[in-house]
């Protein structure tokens, strides 16, 4: 039975999709070319839930979406700085996000809808991309609700490897646009499968 490794996900809007191209572009410069993002194969994104998903279970994981984004609105997200992350693959740069109650309510929703759906087995077969898939890769996905949900919840929007040498101007978003993505390698969001919006502001 074919099963997909996925990322339900916030999409930001183009302008930070942009930012987040160009922030891309200069850590590409810097020597790593290990991820490469655009805005059709390796989408910017914040994620909200990972796990692996049967495909007999896509249709109810859509409905499920849908729900989700009825009962709640569009919200403002704050990205405060730069952070990096050390990982088996290397220093990973992110725009961190402030974890605002309203990011927090939509993360905690999603997770508990999600949850009943998905299997933590993710094996290389499950992502959108050929062998080999990075190990951390693979332990993210499947770690991703005992390690990364709920008050270890961290939102960000994963740039690429290595260390940035700018500086950054803190901003701030719209949210709206909620997700299912297939994933690829080192959890880069290879596909939209399903969109959605959430209620306006």
């Not at 810097?30 to 910017?44: A, E, F, T, W, Y």
């Not at 984004?69 to 088996?88: G, N, P």
Request: proline share 6%; hydrophobic share 40%; glycine share 2%.
């Amino acid at each position: 039975m074919k099963r997909l490794a996925i990322d339900v996900v916030l999409l930001p809007p183009d302008p930070v999709m942009d930012m987040a191209l160009a922030w891309n572009r200069t850590l590409l410069k810097n020597g790593s070319q290990i991820i490469v993002l655009d805005k059709n194969h390796r989408i910017p994104h914040v994620s909200i839930v990972m796990g692996c998903l049967s495909i007999e279970n896509l249709e109810r994981a859509i409905s499920v979406l849908k729900a989700v984004s009825a009962s709640h609105r569009a919200m403002k997200l704050d990205v405060s700085r730069i952070k990096t992350a050390t990982t088996a693959s290397g220093t990973v740069t992110s725009f961190d996000i402030e974890p605002s109650h309203e990011l927090l309510r939509l993360h905690e929703s999603i997770v508990t809808s999600f949850s009943p759906l998905l299997t933590q087995d993710t094996t290389e077969a499950d992502l959108n991309d050929l062998p080999p898939i990075e190990a951390s890769a693979l332990e993210w996905i499947n770690n991703y609700i005992s390690d990364h949900c709920y008050n270890r919840f961290w939102p960000h929007i994963t740039l690429g490897f290595g260390d940035s040498p700018n500086n950054l101007t803190p901003f701030t978003f719209e949210a709206s646009r909620l997700a299912i993505c297939h994933l690829g390698n080192y959890c880069t969001c290879t596909k939209i499968l399903t969109e959605t919006v959430l209620r306006p502001l």
